[in-house]
């Protein structure tokens, strides 16, 4: 068996995982933008406290606690979830609600001064350098395929299985529950929804909350599978994120999780065959080819405008 097929098998596994990371941010952007219409730029810095959350409660836990590793996961989960649902809480209050009736250009520099302060808050309290995160799942799936090995990490594993989990879960919830038929509402026409009673300054606080949760969920996943962070990581995941958000069409979940993996598996394959100096060329030329081609994505829809 020719070794192109093998390599071709482990960079697709490898760009899926990135993929899953990136999905997982992208939907913050595109439910909020769905939503209020703007764009949350400080989102990608959720994700990085996301990250930092997590390492902090490992080192509450301690490796030796003697705790099983699949609850030492669970906990550090949890508790990303929780402190990173309130910051997301706290931005939308802070740095959106009173500007939310503003010209769009009042929130964008909003947000990206909420961005710049939240980098600086975590370097602060927690330094500027590169941290370590202790590999909790060392091993790997390892199988021949003729002569090429694939190595596939627990860790990258465990990011795909987790994202296919809550993807389904927030598939579910959005279609069915009391809070996702409210948001869809809100996404479809705010003034109609508000007059038909909805609360939509609690969906709008609601949708906030989710997209750091899911977020909080990301930074936790690859802090483990990478094995380092620093405050400064939140950055180009969060431009490489809402670059998957436009690339599937902004507003649409679906197009954020089919976004985020061609994203993944673009930036992947040309690290791989190209050069990891071209990966982000790579990506950000596949986002200009499509939009040309298709301006609202591959999933959007096109806006029209209400008269």
């Known amino acids: ?21 990136y999905a997982l941010i992208a939907i913050g952007y595109t439910m909020v933008y769905g939503i209020i219409g703007m764009i949350n730029f400080a989102h990608g810095d959720i994700y990085m406290i996301g990250a930092y959350i997590g390492l902090v409660t490992l080192s509450a836990i301690g490796t030796q606690s003697g705790l099983p590793v699949w609850a030492i996961i669970g906990l550090m989960l949890v508790v990303a979830v929780f402190v990173t649902g309130v910051y997301g809480l706290v931005v939308e209050q802070v740095a959106y609600k009173p500007v939310r009736q ?36 060392p091993g790997a799936i390892n199988f021949h395929m003729g002569d090429f090995e694939v190595f596939i990490p627990y860790t990258r594993v465990l990011i795909i299985a987790v994202t296919v989990v809550l993807m ?18 809100c996404a479809q026409d705010m003034h109609m ?3 038909l009673g909805i609360d939509t300054n609690k969906v709008i606080s609601f949708t906030f909350v989710l997209g750091a949760v899911l977020a909080a969920v990301g930074g936790v996943l690859i802090a483990l599978a990478v094995g380092k962070l620093n405050p400064f990581i939140g950055f180009l995941a969060g431009i490489k994120a809402f670059t998957a ?11 954020a999780m089919l976004g ?6 673009a930036e992947t394959f040309a690290a791989a065959y190209i050069s990891s100096e071209y990966k982000d060329i790579v990506a950000f030329g596949l986002l200009v080819t499509i939009l040309m081609f298709r301006p609202s994505g591959l999933l959007g ?5 209400k008269v």
Do not use: C
Not at 1 to 21: E, K, V
Not at 105 to 111: E, K, R, T
Not at 118 to 132: H, K, P, Y
């Open 193 to 195: 929804a508000n007059l």
């Open 260 to 265: 985020g993996v061609i994203l993944g598996v």
């Open 168 to 185: 389904i879960a927030l598939t579910m919830y959005i279609k069915h529950s009391r809070m996702g038929r409210a948001s869809r509402a």
């Open 102 to 137: 503003s010209p769009r250009l009042v929130a964008l520099i909003s947000a990206i001064g909420m961005s710049i302060f939240l980098q600086n808050w975590v370097a602060l309290g927690q330094g500027a350098r590169d941290m370590a995160v202790p590999s909790l799942l």
């Open 1 to 21: 068996m020719s070794d192109i097929f093998p390599q071709l098998i482990q960079q697709l596994f490898n760009g899926l995982s990135l993929g899953a990371i």
């Open 245 to 255: 958000a436009v690339l599937g069409g902004i507003g649409s979940i679906p197009g």
């Open 301 to 305: 829809k096109p806006e029209v405008e």
